[in-house]
Structures are given as structure tokens and as C-alpha cells.
């Protein structure tokens, strides 16, 4: 399998990248801002098949040549998508820096949706798309003060997964999208200090990695919480 993980420095993204690289016909490119964790993650691989690419995902869109010259370096075809970059900045709404709110929309919106529209012509038929969304952002769920940028982000990469199941189904690609739940990582224990959540990165991470190969199976532009607890 050839997998791309956008967003694998630490958390849950580093944890899916180390499980998935234990099958040895699997190659997989892992993204994220911090060169000195990606390097760290490529040389604690078991089978030493994981690639790395340093990119920001708040400024994609001025970096999609050099992300595509790497994907190209590692394969040619992509079997699964995983786009779990994530950035959090908490404030009341009516004190949000405009800045910040727009970094976060590129981060968790328009970042992976870009990712998507330049891998989508080398997505082999049968790959999946799993895009990671948060409780904040899934509709009907409890809502939280100073969340609501993020929890509006991951709501529209939510609305993003359906859609684009019903465009790519004609090529046979699949997309879905997890909505998490609590996990006790360093993004969690910034929004929530004190909290203990009910699982961690690495339990996520094997659930993630599981629907990730065979979810397509039986879903396909559903959105779906993955959650034992609110937030």
C-alpha cells in the first residue's frame, strides 16, 4: 500500500505512521512542520519505509509543487489518504485574532482540500480518502467556548467528505471522515488541562489505521463519531 499521512509529527498521525509501517509492502510519506520529529519518525520505523516532507498545511497552497515532487519521489500511485493535520488556537469568538482564524481555516480546511484536489488524479480505484474531523465539528454534539473556529474548521472538512464521496464514486475512490472523540494528546491536554481522556494516540491510532484499509469496505461519504466520551 502506498499511504500519505498529512499531519504525523506527534499524536495520533506519528502513532497511525509507526503502525502502518509495520507491513513491509507498505510505503508511506508522513508530512508535518517540525523536520527534527519527521526525521525521528523515519529512522524509528521497523521496515524503514517511511518517507518524510516538511510542509506547513497553512501555506499548502504555495508549497503543492514541492509536495507533489515528493509524493512522486515515493511512489506513483496512492492508495490511502490520511489527512490528519490539525493546529488549535482557544478564544471567545468576539476576541478571535482575524490571523489566527485564518490559519486555522488553512490548516484544517483548505489545506487538506487542496491536498485532496492535486492527489485525486493519482488515487488508484479502490484508495480512501479519510479525512479526521472532531466531535466540536460533528453536528448535534455538545459545543465548547473558545472552540468555535476549530469546531467550525472540522465541520466543514466534515461537509467536504460527503460531498466529494458523491463526486469521486465514479472513479471508485472513497471518502470518509472520523469525527474523534477525547484522546489523551498534547492538542487534548492544551484544549482540556486537567481532563483524562478515555484512550490514547496509540489505541486511536490502530482504530484509524484499521478503517483506514478496509473502512472503504463498507463506507463511503459517511461522517462518523468516534467517541466514549463528550468532548
Known sequence: MNVIINGGTRGIGKEIALIMSEN???????TGR???????LAENSVNRNICTHITDMSLFDDREKA??????????GVDILINNAGYLVQSDFISF????ARKLMET?????ASAIRLLKPIMKRGSHIIN????GGFQGSSKYRG??????????LACLSECLAG?????GIAVNCLALGSVQTEMFEEAFPGLKAPVNAREMAHFIADFAINGHKFFNGKVIPVAFSDP
Open 167 to 171: 463526486e469521486f464514486r465514479e472513479a
Open 108 to 112: 484544517n480546511f483548505f489545506g487538506p
Open 132 to 135: 479526521i474531523s472532531s466531535m
Open 67 to 76: 509536495f507533489l515532487d515528493a509524493v512522486r519521489s515515493c511512489f506513483t
Open 24 to 30: 513491509r509492502s507498505s510505503t508511506i510519506l508522513v
Open 97 to 100: 485574532d482575524n490571523a489566527d
Open 34 to 40: 517540525n523536520g527534527n520529529a519527521l526525521a525521528q
Open 147 to 156: 472552540m468555535s473556529y476549530y469546531s467550525a474548521s472540522k465541520a466543514a
